[in-house]
């Protein structure tokens, strides 16, 4: 079954920047399209960004467009997300997803998640 292991979370001041990791294992990398959501305290999950297999279709939520920026290296089985400018309303636990198949950004399209990791933006 596929594993995912998040990293990079932590404080950051408004403006400042952040890089996400998540580790991938147990099936084929290459075969999945890549996401992240995120969720802040007492609200729905919502997705941040998408990329597809191959890397060359993405996804990203309007609020994050022009600041966030979503990459894969496929022979580290690894995803990223560059996050710049960051805002206090971006403060939330950020979660990789991954689902096998074609680029997709419903919550339900993702069936597996990993643990998260805090991301928490001061004014």
């Known amino acids: 079954q596929v594993q995912l292991v998040e990293s990079g979370g932590g404080l950051v001041q408004a403006g400042g920047s952040l890089r996400l990791s998540c580790a991938f294992s147990g099936r084929t990398f290459s075969m999945y399209t890549m996401g992240w959501f995120r969720q802040a305290p007492g609200k729905e999950h919502y997705i941040v960004a998408a990329i597809g297999r191959s890397g060359r279709t993405t996804y990203y939520a309007d609020s994050v467009k022009g600041r966030f920026t979503i990459s894969r290296d496929n022979a580290k089985n690894t995803v990223y997300l560059q996050m710049n400018s960051l805002k206090p309303e971006d403060t939330a636990v950020y979660y990789c997803?991954?689902?096998?198949?074609?680029?997709?950004?419903?919550?339900?399209?993702?069936?597996?998640w990993g643990q998260g990791t805090q991301v928490t933006v001061s004014s």
């Open positions: 997803v991954a689902r096998l198949g074609p680029i997709a950004i419903t919550k339900g399209s993702f069936d597996s």
